[in-house]
């Protein structure tokens, strides 16, 4: 039996920006996991919450195709290493969503992806580095036409709080060996957490789609204007890296999403949001959006071993739902 366990994740600084290559962001891992335990079998079968695949429908099965690329993917790098794939049979379970699976925002598609790779390429003894798995999870992607900025793989994958900066489109290739070779402006480097960060939650799901695709349409109507606001942001991001230090720059990229929703004409901080910070910032946390906004999840953050009660008190008068408490 093989087992592996990684994280979701939040952003912390770098929300938008972070979709050009070699802009750069601030993201953490949070305390819930998706699990996958894998074992000898004389047929196919993966089994999770959203449905069964097994030798006849594992190419053709719509609920779950990520988990499908990313057996698709696997066995291409492992024929790509002069092995055959071997069937198996393969459990999947999840944290990161709700009871009633609604998305909290935590990337779990994308996480799904890495530990589906990693366990199966682990049973056929090919055994990646953490940049090398990063690579073969985008590329996964890719084939599925569903890139994301990278940062919720990359925070899966390394854990803890990252600094990270987006690599260059046009080295991410359909084929396996584009793992093996190097990436322009990608970095992935793990920072020193001082920090506790609570989440709490809105109890409504964003599609961030949909706020990206508003953010594609300003940069084709208004380029100029696109690259100077995410220039600002990305400078926010770069000196909080450069500093080491995140809390003076909550309020600032904060400010700067407020900026981003007025030019996008798309409301990214939701009135049960602005609760949320609000409420966070009176009792003396740094508090923002993580993510896309619409929805999801708001972030307040403080040194460590600041006591949380009255926080809990005020986000649930908010009907506001604390998820994770105390990251470290």
């Known amino acids: 039996m093989i087992s592996v366990q990684y994280p979701g994740k939040l952003f912390i600084l770098g929300e938008y920006s972070i979709m050009e290559p070699g ?17 000898k079998s004389d047929n ?134 584009c793992v093996y070779e190097d990436w322009d402006y990608l970095t992935i480097e793990n920072m020193k957490n001082s920090y506790t960060i609570e989440v709490g939650w809105t109890q409504k799901s964003h599609d961030t789609n949909n706020a990206l695709n508003s953010l594609k349409v300003l940069k084709e109507t208004q380029n100029s204007f696109y690259r100077e606001l995410l220039d600002e942001a990305n400078n926010l991001v770069v000196n909080a890296i450069k500093e080491k230090d995140i809390l003076p720059y909550i309020s600032h990229y904060r400010n700067w999403m407020l900026k981003l929703s007025k030019a996008l004409d798309y409301e990214i901080e939701t009135p049960r949001l602005r609760d949320l910070i609000e409420s966070a910032n009176a009792l003396g946390y740094v508090s923002k959006i993580s993510g896309s906004g619409g929805g999801d999840c708001g972030i307040a953050i403080s040194l460590k071993n600041k006591n949380n009660k009255a926080l809990k008190k005020v986000w649930e008068d908010h009907n506001i739902e604390i998820i994770q408490e105390a990251i470290i």
Request: positive net charge; charged residues 20%.
């Open 23 to 39: 802009n750069s962001a601030i993201i953490v891992s949070v305390n819930r996991y998706l699990s996958a335990s894998l074992k």
């Open 44 to 177: 196919l079968l993966i089994m999770s919450d959203y449905g069964i695949l097994n030798q006849e429908n594992i190419m053709n099965n719509k609920d779950m195709k990520h988990v499908q690329m990313a057996y698709t993917l696997a066995k291409e790098l492992i024929e790509y290493k002069g092995k055959e794939i071997c069937p198996f049979e393969l459990t999947i379970t999840s944290q990161l969503n709700s009871k009633d699976n609604k998305k909290y925002g935590f990337g779990s598609s994308g996480v799904v992806i890495v530990a589906v790779l990693d366990i199966i390429l682990k049973f056929h003894d090919i055994y990646l580095s953490k940049l090398e798995l990063f690579k073969l999870a985008v590329v996964t992607q890719k084939r599925m036409g569903e890139l994301s900025s990278g940062g919720d793989i990359a925070a899966s994958i390394y854990q803890g709080l990252i600094s990270y900066r987006r690599y260059n489109l046009d080295n991410v290739k359909s084929d396996v060996s």
